[in-house]
């Protein structure tokens, strides 16, 4: 089944270890998104990739770090993790404008449900 | 950067009534606006979007309407059903080149209840 496979579901982490989250679609959807889901605030945009091999910043980027060396999988790592970042992170995907030529919606994983103590 | 607020937070309705979620945007250059709806543990879905060069698009019981003098745009659902229960996310986005792609700006959210 096409989609995007977000791992793992859920995580408790101490303060000050390095946690990667996983992220890969099958969409072959050039356009990728990280995003952090806090009650209250929304959905904000942490990073994104608009094609394999660029990313940029987002809303609230510091104290996360992306790649994207394919078009597959685009991990989102927390190289020290702090209590604040304890939050849901969905990942999504899009077609680029550039293969559509017009906005395309995103598509979510099911997220992953991160606990920093 | 784009701002887009959303009201109200909560919103509770008898089952059959009709419910109406208002968003406001900043950037007069945005040109789509997508809702999703989010149920209790899951992902967010899309369920209805609207492009600048439209004021109105129909889905059944779900509508969505837009001002692009005033900048705001609203979801009207009709005869509500429990089922509608939700989170509802309104979200504005640019069109962009090659560098910028398109990168959407959501809403707070509002949390919908339809009670039986």
């Known amino acids: 089944i096409a989609g995007i496979t977000q791992a793992p579901t859920s995580q408790i982490l101490a303060a000050g270890r390095r946690m990667t989250l996983r992220c890969t679609q099958d969409m072959r959807h050039n356009a990728m998104y990280w995003y952090r889901q806090d009650l209250g605030l929304g959905l904000r945009l942490i990073h994104y990739s608009n094609t394999a091999g660029t990313t940029g910043k987002g809303e609230v980027p510091d104290g996360y770090s992306v790649s994207r060396a394919n078009t597959d999988d685009f991990p989102l790592t927390l190289a020290s993790a702090v209590p604040s970042q304890t939050s849901v992170y969905f990942c999504?995907?899009?077609?680029?404008?550039?293969?559509?030529?017009?906005?395309?919606?995103?598509?979510f994983g099911n997220g992953t449900r991160l606990t920093v103590t | 950067g784009e701002n887009v607020e959303q009201h109200p937070s909560t919103l509770s309705v008898q089952e059959g009534d009709s419910a109406v979620i208002k968003c406001t945007y900043s950037?007069?250059?945005?040109?789509?606006f997508p809702w999703y709806k989010q149920e209790l543990g899951k992902r967010p879905q899309l369920i209805i979007d609207i492009r600048s060069n439209v004021g109105e698009k129909k889905d059944q019981r779900i509508a969505v309407t837009l001002n692009k003098t005033a900048k705001h745009f609203s979801l009207h659902i009709t005869e509500t059903q429990p089922e509608d229960s939700a989170v509802y996310f309104c979200a504005a986005s640019i069109l962009g080149g090659e560098t910028s792609g398109s990168r959407l700006t959501f809403g707070e959210g509002t949390q919908l209840t339809v009670n039986p």
């Open positions: 950037d007069s250059a945005s040109n789509y």
């Open positions: 999504a995907s899009s077609l680029h404008p550039t293969q559509a030529n017009y906005n395309s919606p995103l598509h």
